[in-house]
């Protein structure tokens, strides 16, 4: 299969099996900053949309233990950054319909929570197609070293993602039956 054909795929099984049961475990993730010392405080997430992982009880406990938080913002020219953002701030919503913090202080996490559509067990992933991730940690990876944590539920894995030289593997997935 192509990535579009896994992405409609999975998206559709995504939506139809949306669960409060599914959660990412906190201590699976510690695990793996633990485990690869990865001390940097700094941590970037999303707000989740259209059934993503919800990674906002992690973000609110890593800022409750004093990490500095960052969401992603849509720039011109199909870039991203990350900014700031308390769990108590508003957020706006841009044209994809995403909320996005509203702070103008752009912040390079040291960790990185992906969303993703679809992964396979060598840390490749599918987003939504628009390459935003693989060209921020492109080019953030020029600037410092970051470490790329995707959050999936298990039945999104596939057995091979088809890459290309844009494609940027993650570090970890991290998803409700385990990481990998």
Same mark, same amino acid.
């Given at each position: 299969?192509?990535?579009?054909?896994?992405?409609?795929?999975?998206?559709?099984?995504?939506?139809?099996?949306?669960?409060?049961?599914?959660? &990412?475990?906190?201590?699976? !993730?510690?695990?793996?900053?633990?485990?690869?010392?990865?001390?940097?405080?700094?941590?970037?997430?999303?707000?989740?949309?259209?059934?993503?992982?919800?990674?906002?009880?992690? !973000?609110?406990?890593?800022?409750?233990?004093?990490?500095?938080?960052?969401?992603?913002? &849509?720039?011109?020219?199909?870039?991203?950054?990350?900014?700031?953002?308390?769990?108590?701030?508003?957020?706006?919503?841009?044209?994809?319909?995403?909320?996005?913090?509203?702070?103008?202080?752009?912040?390079?996490?040291?960790?990185?929570?992906?969303?993703?559509?679809?992964?396979?067990?060598?840390?490749?992933?599918?987003?939504?197609?628009?390459?935003?991730?693989?060209?921020?940690?492109?080019?953030?990876?020029?600037?410092?070293?970051?470490?790329?944590?995707?959050?999936?539920?298990?039945?999104?894995?596939?057995?091979?993602?088809?890459?290309?030289?844009?494609?940027?593997?993650?570090?970890?997935?991290?998803?409700?039956?385990?990481?990998?």
């Amino acid at each position: 299969m192509d990535k579009f054909q896994i992405r409609k795929k999975i998206l559709k099984i995504r939506r139809k099996k949306l669960s409060n049961n599914f959660k &990412i475990e906190l201590k699976s !993730l510690v695990k793996i900053l633990k485990k690869n010392k990865i001390n940097g405080k700094i941590l970037g997430g999303y707000y989740p949309y259209n059934y993503e992982i919800d990674p906002l009880v992690i !973000l609110s406990k890593f800022e409750n233990s004093k990490y500095t938080i960052a969401l992603p913002k &849509i720039q011109k020219n199909y870039r991203m950054d990350f900014f700031g953002w308390s769990t108590s701030d508003p957020l706006t919503i841009n044209s994809y319909g995403i909320p996005e913090p509203i702070s103008e202080k752009i912040i390079y996490p040291d960790i990185l929570l992906v969303p993703l559509v679809a992964f396979d067990l060598n840390k490749n992933r599918i987003g939504y197609g628009g390459g935003f991730y693989d060209r921020y940690l492109k080019r953030i990876k020029k600037l410092k070293k970051v470490t790329a944590i995707g959050l999936a539920y298990s039945f999104q894995k596939v057995n091979k993602i088809p890459n290309n030289q844009h494609d940027i593997k993650l570090d970890y997935i991290i998803t409700d039956k385990g990481s990998f």
